[in-house]
Structure formats: structure tokens, C-alpha cells
């Protein structure tokens, strides 16, 4: 590293870090040798290497604090003292869980029902799936009113249970105020 690259650095970052490892001789020796001619020729390199070394001798002069020996028991009494959030199982609602799973489950149940519905098992060919897929009538899906009786069963569904969610927020909140 020539003089040109240790002076071209924008800032006191750059003087700053060369000096730290100057002091904690980390420099490589042709380092050391441009940051010694700096140290002799810049009275601004000058004055930040006492600051630095003033620092540096500071640091290692003092002792460092312990904590008392019932510092744990401290920090852990006034974190008791806190309000600690309850665990997801006082708040979460289980029969909403459930009633989700169970629509969901017979929404999907209910879609394979149809699509096996609309198949042909009696074509006498070795694999019908392959073969009748292709014939599905998806056209017919909505119009159908099986499926629209369905589908409109689990949309009530899905309200009911959100009309319940609603209302025992709803009680719970005034209950608070």
C-alpha cells in the first residue's frame, strides 16, 4: 500500500481505522512505515493518534464492572411484575378451529364426491380415471343443482360461524369495558 491510498481516504473513518491498527499492530510493516511519516509530517494524524492512544491505554487501565451476584434474581423479579401475554390456548377459540376444519373438509369432500359422480366406471376399459377425465363436464358444475344446494348450505355455514366468532368478540369486549 503506497502514501496515494492512505491519504485518499474521504473522512476520519478511514484515519481511524488505520490507526486502531497501528496501535493494535495489526498493520503490515509497509503500514506501519507510511503511518509513522503521517504521524511525523500531519499534526491532524498527530493529535488522532494521542486521542486514540489515550483511548486505547483507558481501556486497558480500568477494570470492568461485575454485576452484583443478585442481578438475575433482580432482572427476573421486574420482568415478573410485567403483563405477560396469556398463551394462545386461553384465546384462541377451538370450536371456530374445528367448525373451519369441518367445513373446509366437506367442501373438499363434496367437490370429489361430484367429480367421481361424473365419471364413467362402466366404459370396460383398464384404467377409466385416465380415460373419463378427459370427458368431465365442468360446464355443468355450477348449473347443477345438487351442487348449488351445496355450496349454498356451506356458504350459511361459514356465516353462522362467523356471526358466532363476531358476537363472542363482541361479549368479550364488553365484558373488558
Known amino acids: 500500500m503506497n502514501d496515494k491510498n ?4 474521504a473522512g476520519h473513518d478511514g484515519m481511524d481505522n488505520r490507526l486502531w491498527s ?19 509530517s500531519e499534526a ?4 488522532k493518534y494521542q486521542e486514540l492512544l489515550e483511548v486505547h ?20 423479579e421486574e420482568i415478573s411484575k410485567m403483563h405477560i401475554a396469556p398463551a ?9 378451529i374445528w367448525g373451519l376444519g369441518i367445513f373446509f373438509i366437506t367442501l373438499l369432500t363434496g367437490f370429489i364426491v361430484y367429480g367421481f359422480g361424473q365419471m364413467n366406471f362402466n366404459s370396460g376399459q383398464s384404467s377409466p380415471i385416465g380415460k373419463t377425465l378427459d370427458k368431465l363436464n365442468f360446464s355443468n358444475l355450477f348449473s ?6 351445496f355450496m349454498f348450505v356451506n356458504v350459511v355455514i361459514g356465516l353462522v360461524l362467523l ?13 373488558a369495558a
Open 144 to 149: 347443477n343443482n345438487l351442487i348449488n344446494a
Open 44 to 47: 491532524a494524524w498527530k493529535a
Open 22 to 40: 497501528y496501535i493494535d499492530g495489526t498493520a503490515t510493516a509497509p503500514e506501519k512505515t507510511v503511518i509513522e511519516q503521517l504521524l511525523a
Open 163 to 175: 356471526d358466532s366468532f363476531l358476537s363472542a368478540k363482541r361479549k368479550a369486549h364488553r365484558k
Open 6 to 9: 492512505l491519504n485518499s481516504n
Open 88 to 96: 394462545a390456548k386461553n384465546y384462541i377459540n377451538n370450536r371456530i
Open 57 to 76: 491505554q483507558l481501556l486497558h487501565s480500568t477494570e470492568l464492572e461485575k454485576p452484583s451476584l443478585r442481578f438475575t434474581k433482580n432482572v427476573m
